[in-house]
């Protein structure tokens, strides 16, 4: 497995403004991902971070909203950026291991925007 | 309709019994199938994951993977409380970059 820890864990904040997440690993991994887990809903991937590239957004999501860095195998972190009311929902941290390239999450972190 | 489809529940059951929950999905180039289970607050766990079709078990839980039905299963011996929690299956195929397809989740909610 993995030891994932997220920074904040929860933060409220006003619309218009943006927050950074971090998103620290206890070994180092090739494959980051970022989810995205709205109230009483599954987890959606925003994008995958991999070290030394650009990150790959999924449909729906780009860039500029959630921009994403991935300096070294250890660590990431994703901004959520011009923040709306819409955007309130945990976001989620994972990486990629094993043979199955199972997956193992962080705590999340818990957005509000007012 | 959805790739992956998890009846939401609630799923409630008394202490003791089994507990069954399954997943439906649509995508036949799945290959790797996981359940988690999500503590309200927590992120999700990893609780078994199988490979192709057929059964796993580990100690309470048993995984079960019908790839020519596009069914999934996880069963939960003797029950308990701390199991009460919501449980999420996904998938995913390693030509698309081993990325995770979830299902909704089942929220089960055993009674002592």
């Known amino acids: ?114 | 309709q959805k790739e992956v489809e998890q009846d939401p529940g609630p799923l409630s059951v008394p202490e003791g019994a089994i507990v069954s929950l399954n997943c439906t999905y649509s995508n036949s180039a799945f290959q790797y199938f996981m359940w988690y289970r999500q503590y309200s607050r927590k992120g999700p766990e990893l609780l078994m994951y199988t490979y192709s079709s057929g059964n796993k078990e580990d100690g309470r839980f048993t995984a079960q993977v019908d790839k020519s039905s596009k069914y999934i299963s996880l069963f939960i011996r003797d029950s308990q409380p701390s199991d009460s929690a919501t449980y999420l299956c996904a998938m995913s195929d390693r030509a698309a970059g081993n990325k995770l397809t979830f299902g909704g989740g089942t929220r089960v909610l055993v009674k002592p």
């Open chain 1, 1 to 114: 497995s993995a030891v994932i820890s997220q920074k904040p864990s929860r933060d409220i904040c006003q619309r218009g403004t943006s927050l950074t997440i971090q998103c620290q690993v206890d070994s180092q991994v090739t494959m980051m991902f970022w989810y995205r887990q709205q109230p009483g809903q599954s987890l959606t991937l925003i994008a995958t971070a991999n070290q030394g590239s650009e990150a790959t957004y999924e449909s729906g999501f780009v860039i500029d909203k959630f921009p994403i860095s991935r300096p070294n195998l250890t660590f990431s972190t994703l901004t959520v950026s011009n923040m709306s009311p819409e955007d309130s929902s945990i976001y989620l941290c994972s990486v990629g291991r094993g043979q199955y390239n199972e997956q193992f999450f962080g705590p999340g972190t818990r957005l509000t925007v007012l």
